[in-house]
C-alpha cells in the first residue's frame, strides 16, 4: 500500500477509535451477559470471508468483457479505473468517498478502493448479491487493508471500522437485533441467538443468501491481485455449458483460483412480480427471451449479460426501452429480480 492508503486506514482507525467508546462499552456487557468474550467473537467476525460481487460478463470501459480484463491484467480494478459499475458510478460517488474516506484520496486517483462486504453467513452466492451473479472470496490476510461500514456507504453510513476497531460495527448488529429482530437480512429473535449465529462456523456452505440490501461493508484499500489475494470464484450456474465457461476455466487455471459452481438462479417470465422493481422489468425480459432465450419463457444471470453486452455496444437498438442510463437501470433491476426470486 502506498501513501494514501495508509493515511486512508489511519484516518478511519482514529475517527472509530473517537466515537465508539459508548459502543465498545455496549458490546462488551452483551457479551458478558451471554459469557462470551468481546475480542474473540471479533476475531470469529473477521474471520469471515469477504466477498466481492461481480458480473464477468458486463463490458468495460476498454469494450472487452470483465472476464477478458480480469484474465490479461490479473488484477481487479475499481469503477474508476474500469469506468464500469453495478452501482453508482460518478454523480455524488466522489463526494461520498471523500467524506468515508476522509478526504484523504485525490480527486484524480483513481486507483481507489475496492467495494465487498463482509459473509457473515457464508452465502456461496456472496455478500451482497444485488452486484452480481458471481464472487470473488478474498484471502484472509486482506483484512488489515481493508475498512468496514456499517450499511451501504453511498447512504450516509456513520460507523466506519478497521479491523482493529470493529466493536462498533458489532454493536449496531446487536442494536438491528433489539430493535428490529434482524441482523443484516435474516430474522433474529434475541441477542443470544445472534451470537450463537455469529460464533457458527459451517464447515460447507451451501446457503444461497438473496442479500440485495444489508450487509458490512468492506473497502479493500490498494491493488487487488488475482493470484495473491484471491481464494475462490464462486460462478452462477448459467454460464456452464456456454462460450464463458472455458474463459472461468482459463481464470481460474492461470491465477490458481478455486472455481465453485453454484446453482443456477432462474425465473419464469410470468413469475416476475411487476411490483418489484417496476412495470417495465417484465417487459425488458419479454424482450431479452424473445432475443437470446429463444422463447423459453426462462430469465438468468447468462442471458442478462447477453442483453447487458448488446445494450453497450449497440445502443441504437435499445432506443424503445429507453437511453442508455435508462437501459443500465433497468437491466440491473432486472438482474436484481433474478437474484432475490430466482
Given amino acids: 500500500m502506498g501513501e494514501y492508503e495508509n493515511a486512508a486506514l489511519d484516518a478511519v482507525r482514529e475517527y472509530a477509535r473517537m466515537n465508539n467508546r459508548e459502543k465498545k462499552a455496549y458490546l462488551k456487557r452483551i457479551c458478558e451477559e451471554s459469557g462470551v468474550d468481546a475480542a474473540g467473537l471479533i476475531n470469529r467476525m473477521l474471520a469471515k470471508p469477504i466477498t466481492i460481487n461481480f458480473h464477468i460478463d458486463r463490458i468495460a470501459g476498454n469494450g472487452k468483457t470483465v472476464i477478458e480484463n480480469l484474465t490479461e491484467q490479473g488484477m481487479y480494478l475499481g469503477q474508476f479505473q474500469t469506468g464500469t459499475s453495478n452501482g453508482m458510478l460518478?454523480?455524488?460517488?466522489p463526494d461520498w468517498e471523500r467524506r468515508i474516506f476522509f478526504d484523504v484520496y485525490p480527486a484524480e486517483y483513481v486507483n481507489r478502493p475496492k467495494y465487498g462486504a463482509l459473509n457473515v453467513f457464508h452465502y456461496i452466492?456472496?455478500?451482497?448479491a444485488r452486484f452480481g451473479s458471481c464472487c470473488f472470496q478474498l484471502k484472509k490476510d486482506i483484512v488489515p487493508r481493508c475498512t468496514f461500514s456499517y450499511g451501504d456507504s453511498s447512504a450516509g453510513s456513520a460507523t466506519l471500522c478497521t479491523c482493529d476497531?470493529?466493536?462498533?460495527i458489532l454493536a449496531d448488529l446487536f442494536r438491528d437485533v433489539e430493535r428490529h429482530c434482524r441482523m443484516l437480512n435474516q430474522a433474529v429473535?434475541?441477542?443470544?441467538?445472534a451470537l450463537a449465529i455469529l460464533l457458527y462456523e459451517p464447515e460447507n456452505p451451501k446457503n444461497v443468501g438473496r442479500n440485495l440490501d444489508f450487509c458490512i461493508e468492506a473497502h479493500v484499500h490498494g491493488e487487488l491481485s488475482l493470484k495473491n489475494d484471491v481464494d475462490r470464484l464462486y460462478?452462477?450456474?448459467?454460464?456452464?455449458n456456454t462460450e464463458l465457461e472455458r474463459q472461468i476455466e482459463t481464470l481460474c487455471h492461470k491465477f490458481e483460483i478455486e472455481p465453485v459452481w453454484i446453482p443456477e438462479r432462474r425465473i419464469r417470465m410470468e413469475e416476475i412480480p411487476p411490483l418489484f422493481r417496476g412495470p417495465e422489468i417484465p417487459e425488458l425480459a419479454?424482450?431479452?427471451d424473445a432475443v437470446w432465450g429463444r422463447r423459453k419463457g426462462i430469465i438468468n444471470a447468462y442471458l442478462i449479460g447477453k442483453a447487458s453486452a448488446d445494450s453497450s455496444r449497440n445502443a441504437d437498438r435499445w432506443k424503445e426501452t429507453g437511453d442508455p442510463q435508462e437501459v443500465f437501470q433497468q437491466i440491473k433491476q432486472l438482474w436484481h429480480t433474478v437474484a432475490y426470486f430466482g
Wanted: charged fraction near 35%.
Fill in 125 to 128: 452466492d456472496g455478500a451482497s
Fill in 235 to 240: 460462478v452462477d450456474g448459467s454460464y456452464r
Fill in 165 to 168: 476497531t470493529f466493536e462498533g
Fill in 286 to 288: 419479454k424482450k431479452i
Fill in 90 to 93: 460518478g454523480g455524488s460517488r
Fill in 189 to 193: 429473535s434475541s441477542r443470544q441467538e
